[in-house]
């Protein structure tokens, strides 16, 4: 009796002393946690604004896409409330125009560039790093001062955030703390001695606010992107693959900064293809931006697949095998002539306009058939306008199994790639996607 | 190679090339002649039929593709002597100018209604987005858009009126 009493208390103790452990790592965790609120200010006026500072901003904010997350479909740019699907759940973009309740307007700059840089909203609390803070590190002040002054002087909308939609327990805030601890180490861009001032300016912008590698790197567990070799070696984005750019850039035709900057400035490139899916938000920005920052961009992103082997390929001219494909997809090359040869032929009009031939598409040369797939039935929207590249969506027309066998003559056709396999599930899976609203 | 296509309720058996397009088949072996030829590249939306109850382009649609699936065009919408509820609608909004696309405007239109029972302005410009009329009536196509809405309404109304 005694005895079980003492062990009782033993363990007792035990349990007080490891609940005080485990508040006190807690207290610490939360220590590390919290962020102070820091003060509402009252809204600055446009007026207080310098008109050079506001459209350096503007440039600015047109190379980080802000814009894109930060905007509803059909909704006032800027007030928030795009949904953003993630591994983790729902997250909705917030309102950064000036409204002092739902947006930004009493922010200060501390809390704006305490924002950009350490993902704390200025009531304190944690932003998800959907909002890319972990490339935004890298930006120089005076041009987190720019955007500052870009996005106070928006006409305001007063949208209310969205509640979030994720998957337990990361709705709890705090916890973001831990995965800055974690991952939250970059420092501000420092230009390479041993570069020229273009690659500099082009690597500064793709870092820091282009936040390039944010879909073109792949991701770890816990969602932060991966470095080192991993850098560049390709991710996704919404369900696209955001093809790698570093040695391992599956295009036909290596990248070169000319046809690079061609492609981010116009969409589409002679030699390589069309942007689409979530590239054609980027390209519709950077068609607007600023030429000379477009071109640095082109020449650092270049540069990143410069290693990579530019020997003569195997074939001396890329790949068009019209005879095999059809013998090795029959029902593929009857859909591919009805369907798509009237633009993807050659001697098609569209062809004699210096569109790129599929067989130097890059979608055709991935390892996952997911991009050519999602191209042909959803169709390609075209980013920068009505001139630019489009191309209508096949989902109606045809069925998952018909999707299948055209992209398998596409693949044998224009790739000397292996054949894609599960074609007829990858192209369920996108026509699932797109039914949800 | 032959090709049972199932048009507005009928089958058809045809001897057909299976790549070949299935606009021209409709124009040309079954003489339904509502949808037609604009761009031939999915740009304008004249040839518009629906397939399976969705709207695609006939031009880019071959016919191979479609055996034994449900296709509707536009006259299987109504006739001159009965038309349908667009059909109407467009008429009474004077919607056609020369009238080419106006057949691709109302099978993109029907697909709409047959999905949203009260589409507002925003659904009704978004879904009409793809198709294009040369001669630039879109103003007075929208209308007939909104009219065969309300007429719709109009009738459900009486039909719960009447016991
Ligand atoms: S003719 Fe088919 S879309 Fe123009
Ligand atoms: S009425 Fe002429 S093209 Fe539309």
Redesign the pocket.
Known sequence: MKRTRWAGRAMGRWAVAGALASLAGVGAFLGIAYRSDLPAVPTPKAADFPPELVSRGAALATIGDCIVCHTADGGVAYAGGRALATPFGTLYSTNITPDPEGGIGGWSKEAFKRAMRDGVSRDGRHLYPALPYDHYRRVHDGDLDAIYAFLMTRPTASAPAKANDLIFPLGFRPLLAGWKLLFLHQEEFTPRPDRDAEWNRGAYLAEGLGHCSGCHSPRNLAGAEETGDSAYSGGVAEGWVAPALNGSSPAAIPWMADSLFTYLRTGIDGRHGAAAGPMGPVVHGLSRAPEADVRAIATYIASLSADRPRAAPKTPSPPDRTAEAAKASPAGATLFAGACAGCHESGAPMMTQGRPGLSTVTALQLDRPDNAIRAILQGIHAPTGPAGPAM?PFAASLTDAQVADLAAYLRSRFSDRPAWTSLETAAATVRKEDSQP | MTVTLTVNGADHALEVDPSTPL?YVLRDDLELNGA?????????????VHIDGKPA????TPVGAVAGRRIRTVEGLGSAEAPGLLQQAFEKEQAAQCGYCIA?MIMRAQALLDRVPDPDEAQIRAHMQTN?CRCGTHMRILRAVRRAVAMRKGVQAAQEVRP
Not at chain 2, 36 to 48: I, V
Not at chain 2, 57 to 60: A, G, I, R
Request: net charge positive; with cysteine; hydrophobic share 30%.
């Open positions: 209508p | 606009l037609k030829y604009g761009c031939g590249l999915g740009q304008c939306g004249a040839c518009t382009f006939s031009c880019l691709g294009l």
